[in-house]
């Protein structure tokens, strides 16, 4: 069980724009920033949104974050074939001096 | 730029211990917290141990806790992750990663990840 709750999975077809939730709580969410990774199937994962809404040099500005009180959401639009993978949050958690919390993870298929 | 290689992974007896190394380059590792997180097969992330730039503060998730401990040489430029008392449970990819830029970030950069499978 996560911290932090992802739907297990997500779809769309290419060209459409799908958004995937996370939620947390007052002590981690709430009280900090949020982060979004992308594991393309057998790699590494790979910092995707930064600070809830910023983007690393080089990601497309299809992504997109944004956070609301205990909840953040990662929106894809113009969706394609390339961004088929599992996508994961990530926060401080309050509670527990310096630990880290990640969500259970949300695969994504393009259709 | 940052690389991070991983190595020291294996196949280890419950209850036996393994040491990760992770060797980090292209950027001034004495600046940095650095952390350790696994994936066991099939499954999500889950953080394993993040310790401060210069080595004085530590943490480590409930799940290790007391069986592993994070370490660093910044005179090497390399971070460890000695595991003692493995359990069939802690078989997974282990990635080290770099915080992003300091101030409080999460992590940034990732390794490759080293596989430890705990099996008799």
């Known amino acids: 069980q996560s911290v932090l709750t992802q739907p297990p999975s997500a779809s769309g077809t290419p060209g459409q724009r799908v958004t995937i939730s996370c939620s947390g709580s007052d002590s981690t969410i709430g009280s900090n920033y949020v982060y979004w990774y992308q594991q393309l199937p057998r790699t590494a994962p790979k910092l995707l949104i930064f600070?809830?809404?910023q983007r690393p040099s080089g990601v497309p500005d299809r992504f997109s974050g944004s956070k609301s009180g205990t909840s953040a959401s990662l929106a894809i639009s113009g969706l394609r074939s390339e961004d088929e993978a599992d996508y994961y949050c990530a926060a401080w958690d309050d509670t527990l001096s310096g630990h880290v919390v990640f969500g259970g993870g949300t695969k994504l298929t393009v259709l | 730029q940052v690389q991070l290689v991983e190595s020291g992974g294996g196949v280890v007896q419950p209850g036996r211990s393994l040491r990760l190394s992770c060797a980090a380059s292209g950027f001034s590792f004495s600046s940095y917290g650095m952390h350790w997180v696994r994936q066991a097969p099939g499954k999500g992330l889950e953080w394993v141990a993040i310790?401060?730039?210069?080595?004085?503060?530590?943490y480590h998730a409930d799940s290790v806790k007391g069986r592993f401990t994070i370490s660093r040489d910044n005179s090497k430029n390399t971070l460890y992750l000695q595991m003692n008392s493995l359990r069939v449970e802690d078989t997974a990819v282990y990635y080290c990663?770099?915080?992003?830029?300091?101030?409080?970030?999460?992590?940034?950069?990732w390794g490759q990840g080293t596989l430890v499978t705990v099996s008799s």
């Open positions: 600070r809830n809404n």
């Open positions: 310790i401060w730039y210069d080595g004085g503060t530590k």
């Open positions: 990663a770099r915080e992003l830029d300091g101030s409080g970030s999460l992590l940034g950069y």
